[in-house]
């Protein structure tokens, strides 16, 4: 393989001053540790162990054509250098590396090889394989340039592109050379409070980057309040279905002169809630009776915080009667003392759905989470949300058997794709405090962890349909006789670590890539 110049032996009679001290080969060896990694999406770094002898190096990029599978092992596979090079360097010196090569097409695999080049005869080529990732240059979107119906889209000034596709509608817009040169775009006939994915596309079909945005509320049905505004006397008195659509800021309730906390408002009339922006979303600080009348009450993207009120839930039914509910979606809650809802009168209500918020630090201190008493519903369901540092020593859903009462209601309780951190956190306390006779309950795609309780105690609870749940430290829940109360676990538990990125500072992004279930949110 190598020339090998001659030399003399020795042996132990030998004069030692005749051994022989090096080697000398008529070629250089091939550079080795040669490191290809990705930056910035499209440009790779990259970086040898120098050769003694060289004065340059050779450098040789290729397509790599042979369909290798990320999950496979590369270093085991023959590098196919046949064809023509998609880019060269020459003349690449020790001092010069590590060199950063740029402007590779994105989410492409890539062939490099290396070769030394001296005095004496090139050496061999050192190969490896790189991925690069998916280019992102777009901006995210400046909450000033987003409206109900158009967006200004920002990329790098400069970077250029054939069209920009958005989807849902599959909109597309093709780029022109000023928007190459500002490196911005406005699309209009948009969807008010829709959700849309942007991606800037090259002509080949590679995209350059992605961004989502979801378009503002159309105040054309709706009316505009801000935090200075008597909005109190507005909800109180609106037309039944009024439209509030709320400006940024915080929306304190009056405060009740003789507990001196917080008040709460008294709706008896039906009213939605939203954000103006959901960049910057409005905060109304206090909490809601509900009287006959408020026969639904929908928010959406705004912030429920209980701080600094008497420690009464977020809502609470005051009157008897049938309403149709309480619509939740995406918000946040927090700090209310005794639950979430609780509906200790002979109210039934058709539904109460919570989706894609977070909830956290309400002690349940004199109550239970979501908590019905005296009254009913037709469903309940909890999806897409995270619940964590909430009733510790309570129950986490509570229905009392008033069925005489309400004849023909079976409630149907739905809890999936949810992250509960510590919920329940007591022996004696259960997941399922459903006494309601009747009940359908399901239990699926869930995160449970650090938690003692069960799951039930009660004979009327009914076995919920269960699947795809992930329990961490939650062995009552997932183990059969480790909580000598429950009267059942899941027999379809999965057992394991989420691995939380930073549940301290209710951070739950998972880390375990085998766990899927939870709040999608947290999920890579």
Known sequence: MFGLATMALTTACDDQSDLVTEIDYSRLFAPINLEAKVTNQVNVRLNWSTVSGATSYVVEFYEDNDQVTDSEDNDSEVLDFSGTPVKSLSEVTAEQLPIVVKGFESETKYLVRVMAKGEKADSKWSGSRFKTSAEQIMQEVNPDELTATSVVLRWTPGEEAEKIVITPGDIEHKVTSAEIAEGAATIEGLTPETQYTAKLMKSNGKSRGSVTFETLIDLGDAIGVYPEDDWTTLFTEAEDGTIFALFPGTYSMPVDSESGKIGKLA?????????????????????????????LISLKQVILDGTGTDGSQAFDYKEAGTYAGIEIDD????????????????????????????IHDIECDGGDMFDCRAGAYNSFSLTNSTVWNCCL?????????????????????????????????????????????GNVLTFMNNIVTATVGNFSNQKNTAVPTFGKNVYFQADGLATAGANA??????????????????????????GNEDVTAGDPRWLN
């Open 267 to 295: 709706l008896n009339k039906s009213i939605s809630i939203k954000a103006v922006r959901p960049n910057d979303r409005p905060v109304i600080n206090g909490s809601f009776q509900l009287m006959e009348g408020a026969s």
């Open 331 to 358: 918000c946040e809650i927090h700090h209310y003392g005794k639950g979430f809802f609780y509906i200790n009168v002979a109210a039934q209500l058709d539904h109460i759905t919570i989706n894609n918020s977070l």
């Open 393 to 437: 020593a309570r129950d986490f859903v509570r229905m009392d058997d008033k069925s005489s009462n309400f004849a023909g209601v079976a409630p149907v309780i739905t809890i999936s794709n949810n992250t509960l951190v510590g919920v329940s956190n007591d022996a004696s306390r259960r997941i399922f405090y459903v006494r309601f006779k």
């Open 485 to 510: 109360n429950a009267l059942w676990v899941d027999d379809k538990a999965t057992v394991a670590d989420p691995q939380f990125k930073d549940a301290a500072n209710g951070d739950f992004t998972v």
